[in-house]
């Protein structure tokens, strides 16, 4: 059974700095491209990065470039989202998903994790 | 704002047809596949259709995709009560580099 599980949210201040990860099970991670996705309160859905199969390609929504920084560890089939200067718009519930390609869809999604920054 | 526009709502009786509808413009819908999601709050998203028009296997065949030109649809037919969700259209965007959602739609089952 193909899982995705997200750890790391939980409440920081406005500035400060999180590292969200997410675990797979149930398929071979390191054949698959990952996505971050969130869910800010009240709204839709926002991707915010993904990463290639080795790690050597990344693509991040234009508002987060240079403050969040997309990374996988293939040998711990882990996921990872390292957030830095964090601002009250980036509270939200973090998905990671499974894609088969940059641009292609998003076939496997985790429960979520939620991050709250507080003022 | 979104850089793919969807209506805020739909809604419709059970075993009605529902569209919702997708537009956007040459750099994401009019040169890249066009995804839709289903999302209950709550929940992990589900992927419904890929690459325009094809169904994962598990969802049923009420749920069809369609794309032209630089706007896509996604109709819901025979409609039940279970299919009161959030519906997202999604694709890639050539000049942001980047993927791209819908605002989503809120699927009502009156």
């Known amino acids: 059974e193909v899982q995705l599980v997200e750890s790391g949210g939980g409440l920081v201040q406005r500035g400060g700095s999180l590292r969200l990860s997410c675990v797979v099970s149930?398929?071979?991670?390191?054949?698959?491209?990952m996505n971050w996705v969130r869910q800010a309160p009240g709204k839709g859905l926002e991707w915010v990065a993904n990463i290639k199969q080795d790690g050597s390609e990344t693509y991040y929504v234009d508002s987060e470039k240079g403050r969040f920084t997309i990374s996988r560890d293939n040998a711990k089939n882990s996921l990872y989202l390292q957030m830095n200067s964090l601002r009250a718009e980036d509270t939200a519930v973090y998905y990671c998903?499974?894609?088969?390609?940059?641009?292609?869809?998003?076939?496997?999604w985790g429960q979520g994790t939620l991050v709250t920054v507080s003022s | 704002q979104s850089v793919l526009a969807q209506p805020p709502s739909a809604s419709g009786t059970p075993g009605q047809r529902v569209t919702i509808s997708c537009s956007g413009s040459?750099?994401?819908?009019?040169?890249?596949?066009v995804y839709w999601y289903q999302h209950l709050p709550g929940t992990a998203p589900k992927l419904l259709i890929y690459n325009n028009n094809q169904r994962p296997s598990g969802v049923p065949d009420r749920f069809s995709g369609s794309k032209s030109g630089t706007s896509a649809s996604l109709a819901i037919s025979g409609l039940r009560s279970e299919d009161e969700a959030d519906y997202y259209c999604?694709?890639?965007?050539?000049?942001?580099?980047?993927?791209?959602f819908g605002g989503g739609t809120k699927l009502t089952v009156l």
């Open positions: 998903a499974r894609g088969y390609g940059p641009k292609l869809g998003l076939d496997s």
């Open positions: 149930g398929f071979p991670f390191r054949t698959y491209w």
């Open positions: 999604a694709a890639w965007d050539d000049s942001l580099s980047g993927r791209v």
């Open positions: 040459s750099s994401n819908i009019g040169s890249n596949y």
